[in-house]
DNA sequence: ATGCTATGTAAACCACCGTTTACTTAGAGG
DNA sequence: CCTCTAAGTAAACGGTGGTTTACATAGCAT
């Protein structure tokens, strides 16, 4: 955490490093579990993809549900929407959430395409709780903070399902103001 | 579909009956999705609640991809909502949305749960725009019918999600009346 | 240099699942 | 009554996937 990346290190590096391997395997399931799912990607293809065996899943997380956990606590984050200034709130939100950048490695995705699965899904009730909800809820206000951050919650889930899991037309890189003005009201009625 | 149900036509039924059996075998299927979902219900589950063989989905739907196909065509159904005055539209929705009794068979959260399997999403996304989506776009008018279909849908989605799925107490059986009106307002603004 | 330990690998294990095959049997038609 | 077809069943097949086990080796410490 403290060694900078530079090329003459990379030429430097010991062939073993188990945090470079933990990290290496993390990262790859973030992308995996927020594009194909939880379900559908296989410890063989994140450890494919990282380079490593599969038997490192479980030597450094324990089993495929604990890497899970340890690749979707990562990614929940409410910093992003609580820096968020309140009187542009609404807009600021729909442009966070229609940033075509930040396809990969998005919770969002990977919380939904994990809800088929019952150990996967408790995790991730968990986490949204803990490190999401109750953040979000506690700077909304405590006057029913806790009402609007499940509301936040559901539009913004809605919108990416139809945007990013079922590519709709009126969600996609050309939606119409309208829409996106009906988006940008409604979360925007959360703080007024 | 013209034979009427009693005790005396009961006791003479024969024990084979395809129609009958094909039939338990579709709503076995259907509570089963909707509850567990698509991927963690395997069709000996499904044939054990119709009480008939596994190899038996296969013979009247061809596979699981088409009973889920055959499952969630028979729920998809525009009339529960285009049925509603569009006056009171917001308030009719939400009840709809939050009426208790409709938990078992309901097309949304067996749309949710099937989000991760590949091939049944590509069904759900077909038979999503097919049997609702462009009725429903169609009913809300001609002009920008289809941003506000969308955005209905994915309202409705996030609150099934965060109601059925993830049961959080803020749509649970006692929502406050701000975040109910909130729900409210939100799915009146697609109809004005 | 030489053990020793952490790191990594290959392969097997074991359970599950959708589907197919071979077989049995109920029940209508002759 | 007999036969033939549709309906149903039991069991196996082939593939997959998470995990474990046994083994190899890189790299640090002595």
């Known amino acids: 955490m403290s060694m900078p990346e530079s090329t003459l290190e990379t030429a430097l590096r010991p062939q073993r490093d188990a945090q470079r391997t933990r990290t290496a395997i993390l990262a ?64 600021a939100v729909v442009d966070l959430l229609t940033d075509s950048q930040r396809s990969r490695r998005n919770p969002l995705p990977m919380m939904m395409l994990a809800s088929a699965d019952p150990t996967a899904r408790a995790i991730t009730d968990r986490l949204l709780k803990e490190l999401f909800l109750e953040p979000l809820a506690h700077w909304y206000g405590q006057e029913r903070g806790e009402g609007k951050a499940t509301c936040f919650a559901a539009l913004a889930s809605g919108l990416t399902l139809y945007r990013e899991l079922y590519p709709l037309n009126a969600f996609g890189v050309q939606m119409s103001a309208e829409t996106r003005a009906w988006l940008v009201a409604a979360f925007q009625s959360l703080i007024d």
Chains 1, 2 share one sequence.
């Open 28 to 91: 790859a399931a973030q992308d995996a579990f927020s594009t194909r799912g939880y379900t559908d990607t296989g410890v063989r293809e994140i450890t494919a993809a990282a380079g490593v065996n599969p038997a490192l899943v479980s030597r450094y997380f324990g089993s495929k549900e604990r890497l899970y956990e340890a690749a979707l606590s990562e990614l929940l984050d409410t910093k992003q929407v609580i820096g968020l200034p309140r009187e542009s709130f609404g807009m």
